[in-house]
């Protein structure tokens, strides 16, 4: 009869142990809603890249996936035909020695995994040139956010933009914040997206592109596509 109690006894605590063991594991993770769970998350992820302006009739376009490491991968750089309207103008702008007005068009989109966008940053830029000098720069922003059925979703929180002066280069920023409460975390603290863009106009009418998005958090097949034209 002891030798019975005392295999009880054991087989309970040993379930108890097996019990606090697993409750131990399952505690371990970082607490998160919706689709931000910590097995399929990263944390404070961004995305930097640069590129060129390409020739007239042609925009420089480039993807940027985030891998389970948590890594951004950025795919190769693409020169794509821009819309026929647009080539014929930066054509006729190059062809025209006494024309020095430039245009610069800057994009910076954030999707998810079934490709819907989910946050946007663009820009368009003009300027002068006159003895290799940049004068008269100017840009506009423009920004877009997915929304979801009952006032949710990704929403524009703040934006901004600054214009160099003129000099043998002048640099025209652009930023804009955006936060999510909506179907995949309803308190709002989980994802946050940070957009901002950079634009280096030079007085030889060339320019570069630069941008970074900065994530609070992502999931998994969310990705980037940028683009300067």
């Known amino acids: 009869m002891k030798m019975r109690n005392k295999i009880v006894l054991g ?6 142990m097996l019990s606090l063991l697993a409750g131990t594991a399952t505690a371990a993770p970082a607490t998160g809603t919706g689709s931000g769970r910590a ?32 890594v951004p991968h950025l795919g190769p750089v693409r020169f794509v035909p821009s819309s026929p309207a647009r080539a014929e103008a930066r054509a006729q702008t190059a062809a025209a020695p006494a024309i020095t007005s430039r245009q610069v068009r800057s994009w910076s989109e954030m999707y998810d995994c079934c490709n ?45 933009k600054t214009e160099g002066g003129p000099g043998a280069t002048s640099q025209i920023t652009a930023h804009a914040e955006f936060s999510y409460r909506g179907i995949f975390d309803p308190t709002g603290n989980w994802y946050a997206t940070t957009h901002d863009t950079s634009v280096q106009l030079n007085g030889d009418g060339t320019a570069w592109c630069q941008f970074d998005i900065t994530l609070r958090h992502t999931f998994i097949g969310w990705n980037s596509v940028r683009g300067c034209a």
Do not use: F, H, Y
Not at 55 to 64: C, F, I, K, N, Y
Not at 142 to 160: F, H, I
């Open 116 to 160: 819907i966008r989910m946050t946007a940053l663009s820009t368009s830029s003009t300027w002068d040139t006159a003895d290799n000098q940049v004068t008269n720069a100017v840009t506009e922003l423009q920004t877009g956010a997915n929304r979801e059925p009952w006032d949710a979703g990704w929403s524009l929180k703040t934006s901004s």
């Open 11 to 16: 087989a309970v605590t040993a379930v108890g």
């Open 39 to 70: 097995d399929t998350a990263c944390a404070d992820v961004r995305l930097p890249s640069k590129l060129p302006v390409p020739p007239a009739g042609m925009s420089a376009q480039q993807d940027v996936s985030i891998g389970s490491d948590c």
